[in-house]
């Protein structure tokens, strides 16, 4: 089993030290140019993207980086329109695409279309799967995690071999996410999202957790062993995974080991 590289951070340098590695680790791959970065959204990657926005700013080499790049997202809620401020879509092009001037057919996110079409292959991937692989993969992938350890909306109970599709939001995911919508019934109950076997292909995965309330799944993922009940954990068998966390979403680990 892979290590996983950890780095634990105070809270108020958090958005901008795992900004400033991500932005570095976008040169580890070649060919910049043709960049594929998979995106996360939620409250914990706004600062990541603001601080993208004003690296590329200022480092043209970083601004080309990002305005050409495809950009694969993890997720999205079933039922919203792109022009609905809660969806992925909506938060994608506000916080990065359109600050840095990304034409918005660079990115793509899971939809009825990609998703629900039937699996082009035996092995059952979807057309948002094979997207990805006609990219050559993605290059690095940006992810949170769920107070229950979900990964992307892999929710617990997932398994380490699935493909992008349409899942039930568990209770508590829908709980979290109440905090984006002006009344908790509007969250919708469904989503696509796309598969652990996909996350688990991209080079490298730069993962960031803030908050006490992370603190259990966090323990859970980097102390734990791989499986569906906390479906972050499948990170333990990916080889280039980086994760950031504040004091606070570190709080749970086994004191002295991480100093
Ligand atoms: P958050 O979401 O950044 O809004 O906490 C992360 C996640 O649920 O994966």
């Known amino acids: 089993m892979a290590k996983m590289k950890l ?133 690095l992938q940006l992810a949170g995690i769920g107070e229950n350890g979900h990964l992307a909306f892999n929710e617990p109970g997932s398994m380490r071999t699935s493909w992008a599709r349409r899942v039930e939001l568990a209770p508590g995911t829908k709980e979290a996410n109440a905090r984006f919508f002006s009344n908790s019934s509007e969250v919708p109950c469904e989503a696509y999202t796309m598969g652990i076997q996909t996350i688990l292909r991209a080079k490298s995965v730069v993962l960031c957790a803030s908050g006490k309330k992370k603190a259990r799944a966090v323990q859970r993922m980097i102390e734990g062993r791989p499986g569906s009940d906390c479906p972050a954990s499948f990170l333990l068998d990916h080889g280039d995974v980086t994760v950031f966390l504040d004091w606070d979403a570190a709080s749970d680990l086994r004191s002295g080991l991480y100093t």
């Open 7 to 139: 780095f634990i951070v105070p809270s108020a340098d958090f958005a901008t030290t795992a900004g400033d590695y991500v932005a570095r680790r976008m040169f580890d791959f070649g060919d910049a140019v043709s960049f594929v970065l998979g995106t996360a959204t939620g409250g914990t990657m706004e600062g990541i993207y603001s601080t993208l926005v004003g690296k590329a700013r200022r480092d043209s080499d970083l601004g080309l980086c990002l305005r050409t790049a495809h950009y694969f997202g993890m997720d999205e809620y079933v039922g919203l329109e792109p022009d609905n401020p809660q969806s992925y879509e909506f938060f994608m092009k506000k916080h990065l695409l359109a600050p840095l001037g990304t034409p918005t057919r660079n990115l793509k996110l899971p939809s009825e279309k990609t998703v629900l079409a039937s699996p082009l292959a035996e092995d059952g991937r979807s057309v948002y799967d094979q997207m990805i692989f006609d990219v050559g993969g993605i290059d």
